[in-house]
């Protein structure tokens, strides 16, 4: 039998989250369903945006230390139980794109470059693939594309170092299942990124409960945090800014370029 509009209304009064709707501040008519390119405005977001401009005009320099500085670990881990991580594991900062070239660096650093593939998943949003790409390029290291479709396990040999995979696919709507890939990635000796920007916010993400070590995502997108670009997210069970006491809100490890990599001329005189 096809669901008629009164099928429809008859859910939508029964929805507990139907007066959430009221929270965002959509155009009169417009029935928004491109919430995975970038979320509805919420109408707390005009006067908070407001707050901080007046912060700005007023303490000016000062600004940093009323809480600008450490925003992005305030705001991590506000996140945090939204993925099922941990207090201390998520900051908000970047764009995904940078985070995922960060967390390459710091993986790799910590293997000690002892494997040399970087697998990024061939139907990943197109971004992952260009930084895996350049992070190899200046790295030293070798990119490769899993087929879309392709069985996981069948290249996880003990020269990979990092996977790159998406919980939820941004074109198809394909979830993986998180725990289980983790749990392989892992016994092969690899680590696994997961870019969580298709399902933070649409989906209970369990990051903690799935053994997850490292992953990015956006507030822009399911969590309506701003218009698209910034800020993205990124988690390591290991912040390493954080961990170590460092100030450095975005601060990770860098790669050490490879021997190829051509060096900036110094400065003389
Ligand atoms: C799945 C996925 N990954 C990565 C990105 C790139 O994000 P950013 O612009 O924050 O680098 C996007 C952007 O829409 C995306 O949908």
């Known amino acids: 039998m096809r669901p008629t509009l009164t099928d429809a209304s008859d859910l939508d009064s029964q929805d507990p989250l139907a007066d959430f709707k009221a929270h965002f501040a959509l155009p009169e008519g417009v029935l928004y369903l491109d919430g995975n390119s970038l979320g509805a405005q919420p109408r707390a977001a005009r006067e908070a945006l407001d707050a901080t401009r007046d912060q700005w005009r007023d303490a000016l320099v000062g600004g940093w230390n009323q809480g600008w500085f450490d925003a992005p670990e305030r705001l991590g881990d506000l996140l945090a139980p939204l993925i099922g991580a941990r207090a201390g594991e998520v900051l908000v900062s970047d764009s995904i794109t940078l985070n995922l070239f960060k967390l390459l660096g710091y993986i790799t650093e910590r293997q000690g470059r002892a494997r040399t593939v970087i697998l990024s998943e061939g139907g990943n949003f197109p971004a992952d693939g260009y930084i895996a790409e350049g992070f190899c390029r200046s790295a030293g290291f070798t990119h490769c594309f899993l087929p879309e479709g392709a069985p996981l396990e069948a290249h996880l040999d003990a020269q990979v170092a990092v996977v790159v995979?998406?919980?939820?696919?941004?074109?198809?709507?394909?979830?993986?299942?998180?725990?289980?890939?983790?749990?392989?990635?892992?016994?092969?000796?690899?680590?696994?990124?997961?870019?969580?920007?298709?399902?933070?916010?649409?989906?209970?993400?369990?990051?903690?409960?799935?053994?997850?070590?490292?992953?990015?995502?956006?507030?822009?997108?399911?969590?309506?945090?701003?218009?698209?670009?910034?800020?993205?997210?990124?988690?390591?069970?290991?912040?390493?800014?954080?961990?170590?006491?460092?100030?450095?809100?975005?601060?990770?490890?860098?790669?050490?370029?490879?021997?190829?990599?051509?060096?900036?001329?110094?400065?003389?005189?």
């Open 165 to 269: 995979l998406s919980q939820v696919n941004y074109r198809t709507g394909q979830l993986r299942d998180m725990a289980e890939t983790t749990r392989r990635v892992h016994a092969s000796g690899a680590e696994v990124i997961w870019d969580l920007a298709h399902s933070a916010g649409a989906l209970a993400v369990d990051l903690a409960g799935s053994e997850v070590r490292y992953a990015v995502g956006c507030t822009y997108k399911y969590l309506n945090a701003a218009a698209r670009g910034h800020p993205a997210f990124c988690m390591s069970v290991a912040m390493p800014s954080r961990q170590a006491g460092s100030r450095s809100p975005a601060g990770m490890v860098m790669p050490t370029p490879s021997p190829s990599t051509p060096t900036m001329p110094q400065p003389t005189g």
